[in-house]
């Protein structure tokens, strides 16, 4: 897909939010898995995400399990679903790409839920 490609490993920041979500960089290293490296919550660290229908496992936040699973449900919007088992925080993102823009969806379904909300970040070339 070629917006897989032109995204891939670029860096997208984000303005302050209260999901305290400030970056985010996808990549597709091969066509079964993805990878989310991000800073979030406080977070920085990777997720690796399986594609067509395979939730895989990796360490998250405090080097608890997480299992992700995602896909492109739209040839512009990528979503994933993140369940972070021994954290409790179960999530559903889906991110719209336009240019050097991303469009953040983000609703958190084991704690009450917490409000939904979307997040708009940029490209960026700054990597300090």
Do not use: H
């Amino acid at each position: 897909m070629a917006l897989a490609n032109r995204i891939a490993n670029q860096r997208y920041v984000f303005d302050p939010n209260s999901y305290w979500l400030r970056e985010m960089t996808l990549s597709f290293p091969n066509p079964v898995t993805a990878e989310l490296s991000i800073d979030f919550m406080g977070y920085s660290g990777r997720y690796t995400i399986g594609l067509a229908d395979l939730p895989l496992a990796s360490a998250g936040q405090y080097g608890i399990p997480a299992v992700a699973q995602g896909g492109w449900i739209f040839e512009d919007m990528f979503q994933l679903t993140l369940n972070e088992v021994g954290n409790i925080n179960f999530w559903k993102r889906s991110f719209k790409f336009a240019g050097d823009g991303v469009q953040v969806s983000m609703a958190e379904k084991a704690l009450g839920p917490l409000p939904e909300g979307t997040i708009n970040g940029c490209m960026t070339d700054d990597w300090t």
